[in-house]
């Protein structure tokens, strides 16, 4: 919050006169979520800020280089069974990286101050998605729902072999809260389920690491 003040006192003295803000959906100053409540933080930090701005909440965004869609066909390449937390009904509305890209360029040249919710035109449950990722990748999958403690520790004894934090408990409960999903109409056009067919060859076939990619220096491993 200090380092992004910081940022828009500098930014004004420098002359700028409009903040494009990438946050996340459904950031809240509650303080169950302390990394929403991060983020709901620095929002207020922009709007206090006196300029102009667009800030933009994308939800989960997909390309080849993303991680969660293409660690999720990762697992389904190479194990039978995949677990999920709790019921899988909890929704996701995924945007494509093209399309976020997209509303940024759009976002950087309007005049009016915006909050704008960066999804996709297709909403799935989480289980929905992993059924969808296997079926496209060609692999029969057994979804296994496990009780949300129990797939936390899965996922850290999982992250431990792939020297990698595969998902936080902030994430999974923001994920099961249906925090992945705001309702609204779609800003992006490019639907996950098209998108999957004509990648099938290449989702999923090596993992994303998380940590390489921001502290290593690396953005995969076999």
């Known amino acids: 919050d200090q380092n992004t003040r910081a940022l828009i006192r500098a930014g004004k003295d420098a002359g700028v006169k409009r903040i494009v803000h990438i946050s996340i959906a459904n950031p809240s100053l509650q303080p169950s ?13 922009v709007l206090d800020s006196g300029l102009s701005y667009a800030i933009l909440r994308p939800t989960v965004i997909f390309g080849l280089e993303d991680i969660l ?47 704008l919710d960066a999804v996709g035109p297709e909403t799935f449950t989480f289980e929905e998605l992993v059924r969808l990722i296997a079926a496209h990748v060609g692999r029969p999958v057994r979804v296994v729902r496990l009780p949300m403690p129990l797939a936390y ?9 792939v020297r990698d934090v595969v998902l936080t408990w902030e994430e999974y409960k923001g994920l099961m809260a249906n ?16 998108w ?9 076939s090596h993992y994303a690491s998380e940590v390489a990619r921001h502290y290593a220096g690396s953005s995969s491993g076999d």
Do not use: C, H
């Open 33 to 45: 979520l302390g990394y929403y409540k991060g983020k709901a933080q620095l929002e207020q930090a």
């Open 153 to 161: 520790v899965f996922t850290r004894v999982t992250g431990w072999v």
């Open 69 to 115: 869609i293409n660690n999720i066909a990762w697992f389904i390449r190479r194990f039978p069974v995949f677990g999920i937390p709790g019921d899988g009904r909890y929704r996701i509305r995924p945007i494509y990286v093209e399309d976020m890209a997209q509303l940024i360029a759009d976002a950087v040249v309007q005049k009016t101050s915006t909050v």
């Open 196 to 204: 999957l067919a004509e990648n099938r060859e290449r989702i999923g």
């Open 179 to 194: 925090l992945l999903a705001p309702g609204g109409p779609s800003s992006g056009k490019t639907r996950l389920s098209q």
